[in-house]
């Protein structure tokens, strides 16, 4: 039953993200380009997203297991720290430079060519290399 309810789930944002433009590339720099030829029609995709989430936000504070029956972690600490800010450096410049993000990267390898497939390909090696990279950085943290 969860598997149905992730593949019901995965399928509904693909969609999702082809309906509102997320992986055409053109759109998405337009969205990141605040200073040149700005496109604000992403900022409705952000609000349908931002506005289901904050409502089932408010559900899942109140409930101790998910619909599946499965326990629901503890809400993290909020700490701002240098691993979130150079991930979030580097996600965005990768973001701004291709136009796509790892969502969307997926859902465009339909129609994509080859670039698409560079893009999964180098994200995913990405995705490989971090814990080893993050491995090394913690053990190079002065004490």
Known sequence: MRNFFAALAGGTF???LMLSGMT???KVQGWLDVFGNWDPTLAFVMGGAILPMLIAW???ERRHRSALGNLIPERPEPRVGRNLVLG???FGAGWGLAGL???PSL???SYNGIDGFVFVGSMIAG???AVPVKARMTAAKPA
Do not use: F, H, R, W
């Open 14 to 16: 693909g969609v999702g």
């Open 24 to 26: 055409d590339t053109a």
């Open 58 to 60: 408010q559900i899942a």
């Open 88 to 90: 979030s450096v580097m």
């Open 101 to 103: 993000c790892p969502g």
């Open 107 to 109: 859902a465009a390898l």
């Open 127 to 129: 995705m490989l290399i």
